[in-house]
């Protein structure tokens, strides 16, 4: 349904979009996960026509944004980062406005107004100008107005930034319900967020895609691994390549190395009881166990290792 | 209902439903009154020709103080992404937002026609020197609010806008003020780019096509460039 080849953004000297390429199906919920200045936002701007791309291609069913961006905003509904209202006007009126910009046929304008009222709980808020609106509300006014034209796509750029618990939770409620019909493209820093309502993450950092997976495999791929946790004493420059040569060893990694203390994790398939071999690989080199126990692997794990960044959940 | 108009509608009601509207018509009417008053009763002098003569100075501020919100406060507050991610092309959002701050405009122009009907109880005023002028001030001021909205799309601040507009509108106006410095060519180039001069030329009475004719070309141009503005600087 959206195709992205080979996209790169240059703003000046930053390269915020690095030649970045992906297929989206035609439904689901497909997460853009990263850390902040990723380049999420660049990324969906681009998709959505708002901004012309450096480098590269969209396409939206085989309609290519350059040369067909007007057909693509009538099946896309955008959800931009901070979601803008024009604070001044009642809701109503912004949804009539926003149906009206959308082009939303007179016949049946009236109807997916009171539609998008009650399939987002506005009732009680219909008459209110909008900047007298809690955060919560003002964020369902943001998607009423996103997907009134019913469109075939959402994209939808951090939509529970600075929203509170419950509201989050509505929210994720509604983006999970509305990923039944239609395909949803929905950014965000946070994992959980990713963990709570997508089926498919794409991860990016520093403009990179450094993942493409289904959650399932995302998920499995770690969660089929033991992971151990080592600090060890060792007078060698080569320490983590020496255990690279024992053929169960699936990868390591190092966490971080002071003097001749290495701190770092082995992993390997769940299904091996590879202990006692490291044990004796270790005795046999004459290095100082100094600590060892296996390490639960989370997603947040990997999602650091793979932005190699920490993370914060500012929202949670 | 086309986007075109959809956009003006919008523009319209927000303008009523903040106080902007009300102080812009209100301050117009306060200035354009107490002129108009003092030449009746001081000086005996009961006609709109003072009224023309000042009134394209009050639209200098007036124009840019309607159209400085247009494209700034939609890049301000990251409604731009909105509108032009919709199936709405960039020269209809610049048209929208410049036919509204028109309708303003000429609704503080027909406010003055009530001294109009003072001037007419008192003496015999030149009518046709009167509708004449009236259709000066429209073209005059919509060449003015063209290039408000220009200024409007060069900055996410307002009151950039604002500073922006006014001083690209002095300087059309000031062209033909300090001809005798100029070199002839120079001279007759900077009287045909004038703001003022055609306008005197129609308030005068006589309209002519060429001045029309400039005025057109103004507001064609600096909505021009407004749209081509937007297209560069919308993600900003
Ligand atoms: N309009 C802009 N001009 C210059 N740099 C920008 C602009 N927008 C974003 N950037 C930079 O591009 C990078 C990616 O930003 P962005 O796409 O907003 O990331 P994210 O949405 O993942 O936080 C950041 O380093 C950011 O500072
Ligand atoms: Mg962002």
């Not at chain 1, 290095?287 to 993370?311: G, N, S, Y």
């Not at chain 2, 109009?116 to 001021?141: C, E, H, N, Q, R």
């Amino acid at each position: 349904m959206i195709k992205v080849k080979d996209l790169t953004k240059d703003y000046g000297n930053l390269r915020a979009v690095d030649n970045i390429s992906f297929d989206i199906p035609d439904s689901g919920i497909i997460g853009i996960l990263g850390p902040n200045g990723a380049g999420k936002t660049t990324t969906l701007q681009m998709i959505t026509g708002f901004m012309p791309p450096t480098e590269g291609e969209v396409y939206v069913d085989n309609l290519n944004i350059a040369q067909n961006s007007l057909e693509i905003r009538k099946k896309i509904g955008y959800l931009p980062e901070g979601s803008p209202t024009y604070a001044d006007m009642n809701v109503v009126d912004f949804l009539y406005f926003i149906a009206h910009l959308k082009n939303v046929h007179s016949d049946i304008l009236d109807k997916r107004v009171k539609d998008m009222i009650r399939t987002y709980g506005l009732e009680q808020v219909v008459g209110k100008e909008i900047n007298q609106l809690s955060k919560g509300f003002k964020q369902r006014v943001s998607l009423a107005g996103a997907s009134i034209h019913n469109p075939e796509i959402l994209i939808l750029d951090e939509p529970t930034n600075g929203l509170d618990p419950n509201q989050i939770v509505e929210i994720r409620s509604l983006i999970k319900e509305l990923g039944q019909e239609k395909t949803i493209l929905v950014s965000t820093h946070i994992l959980r967020e990713v963990e709570a309502v997508c089926d498919h993450v794409i991860i990016i950092d520093k403009g990179k895609i450094v993942a493409d997976n289904s959650l399932e495999e995302v998920q499995s791929s770690f969660h089929n691994l033991t992971q151990i946790y080592f600090e060890i004493q060792a007078d060698t420059d080569r320490l983590m390549d020496e255990f690279k040569t024992i053929p169960e060893v699936k990868n390591t990694q190092l966490y971080d190395k002071e003097a001749n203390i290495y701190k770092l994790y082995v992993n390997y398939a769940k299904d091996k009881e590879l202990r006692p071999t490291l044990y004796d690989f270790i005795k046999k080199k004459d290095w100082v166990i100094l600590e060892m126990r296996r390490h639960q692997q989370t997603l947040e794990d990997v999602f650091r290792r793979l932005t190699e960044k920490d993370q914060e959940d500012t929202n949670e | 209902m086309n986007n075109i108009s959809s956009i003006t509608k919008k523009e319209l009601r927000s303008y009523f439903y903040s106080p902007a509207a009300y102080i812009i018509l209100g301050f117009f009417l306060l200035v354009t009154g107490w002129i108009f008053g003092s030449h009746l009763f001081l000086m005996k002098v009961a006609s709109l020709r003072n009224l023309f003569g000042i009134i394209p100075l009050i639209f200098m501020f007036l124009a840019p103080a309607l159209t400085m919100r247009a494209i700034a406060e939609e890049r301000e507050s990251g409604t731009i992404e909105l509108i032009c991610t919709s199936p709405v092309k960039d020269n209809e959002i610049i048209l929208g937002k410049f036919y509204s701050s028109f309708v303003i405009l000429a609704i503080a122009a027909t406010i003055t026609i009530f001294y109009g009907i003072i001037v007419s109880f008192i003496g015999s005023p030149d009518w046709g020197t009167i509708i004449a002028g009236y259709i000066g001030l429209l073209l005059l001021g919509g060449a003015y609010l063209a290039i408000g909205i220009f200024g409007s799309t060069i900055s996410k601040n307002q009151i950039i806008s604002f500073i922006a507009s006014f001083f690209i509108i002095l300087l059309f106006y000031l062209s033909d003020k300090f001809l005798y410095l100029m070199p002839g060519w120079l001279s007759s180039i900077l009287r045909f780019i004038s703001l003022d001069y055609h306008f005197q030329n129609i308030a005068r009475g006589v309209i002519d096509t060429r001045d029309i004719i400039y005025y057109l070309s103004i507001i064609i141009l600096f909505l021009y460039f407004a749209k081509q503005s937007l297209t560069e600087r919308k993600y900003e």
